[in-house]
């Protein structure tokens, strides 16, 4: 299956107006099986959210090994065949516990060997400066048509070049 040429039609600078556009274009009965939403210049943004410390990384690593064990532990619970609920709530408690501690011990010894270098913790995301509604080329007229009624916020919305 080969890739048809796409053209972009509008350009976007939140993701909610571009999803405005294409929803727009939904309403009107458009094929929105051949339009993306494409976001463009990409860059990486790592807020920092906290100082991390010994307490914290324990904490983390606790909640990051709390629900497997709990997963795993249920399912091992519902393997007793004389009476499988209560088992596998038990179980699943147990291993909760048991994951916490070794989370907590994990997170521990990783705070550690990180020698104090990163004595922060932060959330990453990607934000593109721009989103990009593109269509198949044989039908972007109709769809620039359609979109010239798009009503959007802020400074979004204006027609791509080409």
Not at 40 to 67: C, I, P, T
């Amino acid at each position: 299956m080969t890739e048809q040429p796409r053209r972009p039609v509008a350009t976007y600078e939140t993701y909610q107006e571009a999803e405005r556009a294409v929803d727009h274009l939904s309403d009107q009965g458009f094929p929105v099986q051949r339009v993306a939403i494409i976001g463009q210049d990409v860059r990486l943004v790592e807020q920092v959210v906290g100082r991390m410390d010994y307490g914290r990384a324990a904490l983390h690593g606790a909640a990051s090994g709390a629900l497997p064990g709990a997963l795993i532990g249920w399912l091992f619970g519902l393997v007793d065949w004389v009476d499988p609920l209560v088992s596998a709530l038990l179980v699943a408690l147990y291993g909760l516990i048991f994951g916490a501690i070794v989370g907590a011990l994990f997170g521990l010894l990783l705070y550690t060997l990180q020698g104090g270098r990163r004595d922060f913790a932060s959330v990453r995301s990607m934000q593109p400066s721009r989103y990009d509604v593109v269509v198949d080329e044989e039908v972007a007229d109709e769809a620039v048509r359609l979109l010239g009624g798009v009503q959007t916020t802020g400074a979004g919305g204006r027609p791509a070049h080409t």
